[in-house]
């Protein structure tokens, strides 16, 4: 029987072509994410499952689709799939680490000159009208060259953000699990722990990936040890922030600004306090999203998932246990 796969949505470049070579598709063709129900109703036939971030892959899915050999998903966060449920069924994971790497960092960095400068109420006080005589005092915002930049989470995304940070003359911190001899050596970096960094950083950017211990790690406490004049920002997950406190944080101005790609929740609901906070510069999870990147991911994802239906490894396996 010729294999089959379950698209949950239009993917971009030359991805269609190259799964259509390996099997016959089933194509959720619609500009919304495919409703639950759906997800588990034609997940029963199919062999492959190429995912968006926002399908969420558990022991549900896994059960209602027997015959599935491999996901592959076109993000590199895999924190919407089960990966230990998946490594016990035996169906590996694919994810599209690598080519969304400069993209990201560039958002970040674009999130980063946005709060720290007041663009968003530049942009604002402009359309508004209210562009008056020169003023000397106008949305002063704080120094984005010659700061101490706080990187939480120095991965591929994070080194690369730590790379146009030294670029623009600031000093690097970051915080991991792991030291970054790479960083420290290039950059002159130096690693904290996390109250360090977040006490020491007047701009603090967010590139962890979502786990367990990453949940809620900007709370309450850890945004008072920020500097009333420091700026976050976060091109990870949403959840690594504790959604309330940030808003009470940017509204006491306990800190003095935020740039969020991610949100919690995602995406932010009419009305949500946030919303109206001038002093927060939001973006519709952009992060990967220039032309090239989002066709890089889509193809790569592409590859990844025909390679599983062929039992070959993949190219990049979110789950390599499922190898052992
Ligand atoms: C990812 O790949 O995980 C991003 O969030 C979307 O590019």
């Known amino acids: 029987m010729a294999s089959s796969v379950l698209i949950t949505r239009q993917p971009l470049g030359r991805a269609l072509e190259i799964i259509a ?3 016959s598709l089933d ?28 399908d969420r ?11 599935l050999r491999v996901v592959s998903t076109m993000a590199v966060g895999v924190d919407n799939i089960d990966l230990a449920a998946c490594t016990k069924r035996g169906v590996p994971v694919g994810h599209t680490p690598g080519v969304l790497t400069e993209a990201t960092a560039d958002l970040a960095m674009a999130l980063l000159l946005a709060a720290a400068r007041r663009i968003g109420e530049g942009i604002e006080h402009v359309r508004s009208g209210m562009w008056g005589e020169f003023q000397p005092d106008l949305l002063l915002g704080r120094d984005v060259h010659s700061s101490t930049i706080g990187i939480v989470g120095p991965g591929r995304i994070g080194s690369a953000v730590a790379r146009r940070a030294s670029g623009f003359g600031a000093s690097v911190l ?56 420091a700026t976050l920002v976060n091109v990870a997950r949403g959840p690594l922030v ?8 940017l509204r006491l101005g306990r800190i003095a600004a935020a740039g969020l790609d991610v949100t919690d929740p995602e995406p932010l609901p009419t009305g949500h306090p946030l919303l109206a906070m001038p002093n927060c510069v939001l973006t519709p999870h952009l992060g990967s999203a220039s032309l090239r990147t989002r066709t890089e991911m889509a193809e790569m994802a592409a590859r990844n998932l025909v390679l599983g239906l062929n039992g070959e490894p993949l190219e990049a396996c979110a789950n390599p246990a499922v190898y052992a």
Do not use: F
Not at 178 to 195: F, H, I, N, V, Y
Not at 242 to 249: H, I, S
């Open 21 to 23: 070579k390996a099997a």
């Open 27 to 54: 194509l959720w063709d619609s500009d919304m994410p495919m409703p639950r129900s759906e997800l588990l109703a034609r997940a029963a036939a199919v062999d492959g499952l190429y995912c968006m971030l926002n």
């Open 57 to 67: 892959i558990d022991r549900e899915l896994l059960l209602a689709a027997p015959r």
């Open 174 to 229: 970051y915080t991991g699990p792991t030291a970054k001899p790479m960083l420290e050596q290039q950059l002159g970096a130096q690693r904290r722990d996390l109250s360090g960094l977040l006490s020491e950083a007047d701009h603090v950017v967010l590139t962890a990936a979502l786990v367990p211990e990453t949940h809620h790690l900007i709370d309450a406490p850890a945004l008072r040890l920020m500097k009333p004049s």
């Open 242 to 249: 504790d959604t309330a406190a940030l808003c009470e944080a």
